[in-house]
């Protein structure tokens, strides 16, 4: 069985900052590629930064230059440091990892339980 949780999420007003983290635990051989993912209401979940196992990152045009993702592959780490927020920014941000469990051959996709960010004066 593998979890990932998710924390830090909160309330915080227009131009704040928010750090964002996800510990992945449980039946690890490796983790491949990490990533964000957010869903505000009435809209679908969409993709917030990507970073590989080697460090390479991908962002959405929306949060370029705003947000940072990084990992650290000792802790099974993800985190996402959000700065220069804006109330666009307000959904349910979601942890995702690709895991290789024990004696498996392939990679599967878990996801975190969801951590809400409102941003709002």
């Known amino acids: 069985q593998v979890q990932l949780v998710e924390s830090g999420g909160g309330l915080v007003q227009p131009g704040g900052s928010l750090r964002l983290s996800c510990v992945a635990s449980?039946?690890?051989?490796?983790?491949?590629?990490m990533g964000w993912y957010r869903q505000a209401p009435g809209k679908q979940r969409e993709l917030v930064a990507t970073?590989?196992?080697?460090?390479?990152?991908n962002y959405a045009d929306s949060v370029k230059g705003r947000f940072t993702i990084s990992r650290d592959n000792v802790k099974n780490t993800v985190a996402l440091q959000m700065n220069s927020l804006k109330p666009e920014d307000t959904a349910v941000y979601y942890c995702?990892?690709?895991?290789?469990?024990?004696?498996?051959?392939?990679?599967?996709?878990?996801w975190g339980q969801g951590t809400q960010v409102t941003v709002s004066s």
């Open positions: 449980g039946r690890i051989f490796s983790i491949s590629g």
């Open positions: 995702n990892a690709w895991i290789r469990s024990p004696g498996s051959t392939y990679y599967s996709a878990y």
């Open positions: 970073i590989s196992s080697g460090g390479s990152t």
